[in-house]
């Protein structure tokens, strides 16, 4: 018995607005498919953000369609929760999950926590709020009774643990349920596979880098998912990669090697079969930096898909390493001004929309606040509906509220 573990597709994600961007996610989450049912599982996890937005696009959702006909086809059935992209937190509110459910989707959520996969007990919850701590770990303390029952268990969770999650982090690690044979993670976009209780705790990461900061984990893991061999005595874990469809380049140049350093980038990306996004740090600045942008984008302009440059001036570049908040350059700027209100979907926003602004695409930038926009907030008049499906059960929490529940991205921390 072995099953297939991914968490984190964001399907309907367009970085940067660009279209581009959105097609990327779709691509790896086909090759994801395909490598699942070369792998001959029996049955697949997804540990939630199946989507970017819990109102997905038509081409989102028929992306899925096709991945999930797929499996269907080849008889590897699908447990799937809500991830905090998943779901608005509002009454009588429902993931996009429960439209694939007449195709053969097993949705996990509060009201069927629970299935039996032959003797495989899976569990599992939607994501849950810090706020509604309290009736997470109650939940999850049931889960764990049932599970003492049975000889093979799995939770499915989507939520950031203080020891691989250092900002705004839902559960304890000692918080856990200790009692199952494999923890099915979701919620950090990086790989972690680490042994808990009588088994092994798995993020497989997300299937694209969703964020730059993404990177380091990318470069020594890959992008994925996992596949768990359940026949032993313990779950033995396979890292399974697939290729990104568009490289991220990071490079550092100095000013007074500019003309080569160019030069060397172009020698790379011209073999690329689609245009990078590029990442580029001129040191030792010494003229205004908007020449220098327009040097980089007169030359790179049409090989990237999108320059994303940060300046450091000359004689400068000590203080910035002692002072952080004295980082020069319009990215740096931005983040430093922003830093202290402790959003970081706020400092991407801004950052995203400097560089589309900075390029003279007015379309794009619209669409990104627009989307940013729809993911974050609602309908005020429905302010007083705010609940979880959980709190529909259980007592109405004292202030009602209506928010969209994609606040906690920080997934390199």
């Known amino acids: 018995m072995k099953f297939a573990h991914l968490a984190d597709t964001h399907l309907g994600y367009r970085q940067y607005g660009l279209f581009e961007r959105e097609k990327d996610f779709y691509e790896v989450f086909d090759k994801v498919i395909d490598k699942i049912i070369e792998e001959k599982v029996d049955f697949v996890i997804h540990s939630g953000d199946l989507f970017e937005t819990a109102r997905p696009s038509p081409m989102a959702l028929l992306t899925f369609q096709k991945g999930l006909l797929k499996l269907k086809g080849a008889g590897i059935p699908m447990y799937a929760i809500a991830g905090n992209h998943d779901v608005v937190m509002r009454k009588g509110?429902?993931?996009?999950?429960?439209?694939?459910?007449?195709?053969?989707?097993?949705?996990?959520?509060?009201?069927?926590?629970?299935?039996?996969?032959?003797?495989?007990?899976?569990?599992?919850?939607?994501?849950?709020?810090?706020?509604?701590?309290?009736?997470?770990?109650?939940?999850?303390?049931?889960?764990?009774?049932?599970?003492?029952?049975?000889?093979?268990?799995?939770?499915?969770?989507?939520?950031?643990?203080?020891?691989?999650?250092?900002?705004?982090?839902?559960?304890?690690?000692?918080?856990?349920?200790?009692?199952?044979?494999?923890?099915?993670?979701?919620?950090?976009?990086k790989y972690v596979n680490d042994a808990y209780g009588k088994g092994r705790l798995v993020y497989p990461g997300s299937g694209e880098i969703w964020k730059t900061s993404e990177l380091p984990d990318y470069k020594k893991n890959g992008k994925g998912f996992v596949v768990v061999d359940f026949d032993g005595s313990k779950p033995v874990v396979k890292r399974v990669t697939v290729d990104v469809p568009r490289e991220f380049m990071e490079k550092t140049i100095d000013y007074n090697d500019l003309e080569s350093g160019i030069a060397s980038i172009k020698e790379v990306i011209k073999g690329f079969d689609k245009k990078p996004i590029l990442k580029i740090t001129i040191r030792e600045v010494e003229s205004d930096t908007s020449r220098v942008y327009d040097i980089i984008k007169e030359e790179l302009g049409d090989l990237a898909l999108m320059i994303r440059p940060t300046f450091v001036m000359a004689g400068e570049e000590l203080e910035l390493i002692e002072v952080e908040s004295k980082k020069l350059g319009p990215e740096q700027l931005l983040e430093s001004q922003l830093e202290g209100y402790g959003n970081s979907e706020v400092t991407t926003l801004a950052i995203d929309l400097y560089h589309l602004l900075s390029k003279e695409k007015l379309e794009e930038s619209q669409e990104l606040i627009n989307q940013y926009f729809d993911d974050h907030y609602v309908n005020e008049a429905e302010d007083s509906e705010f609940k979880t499906e959980e709190l529909q059960i259980e007592e109405p929490p004292k202030k009602k509220e209506d928010v969209q529940v994609t606040f906690s991205r920080e997934v390199e921390e």
């Open 93 to 189: 509110s429902i993931p996009p999950h429960v439209i694939f459910k007449k195709l053969g989707l097993k949705v996990i959520s509060t009201i069927n926590p629970t299935y039996l996969h032959g003797d495989i007990f899976i569990a599992g919850l939607p994501y849950y709020p810090a706020s509604h701590g309290k009736a997470l770990k109650s939940k999850l303390a049931e889960l764990s009774k049932k599970a003492s029952s049975h000889d093979k268990s799995i939770l499915v969770l989507h939520q950031g643990i203080d020891k691989y999650f250092s900002m705004n982090y839902e559960l304890e690690i000692g918080e856990i349920p200790d009692n199952f044979d494999y923890y099915a993670l979701g919620h950090i976009h």
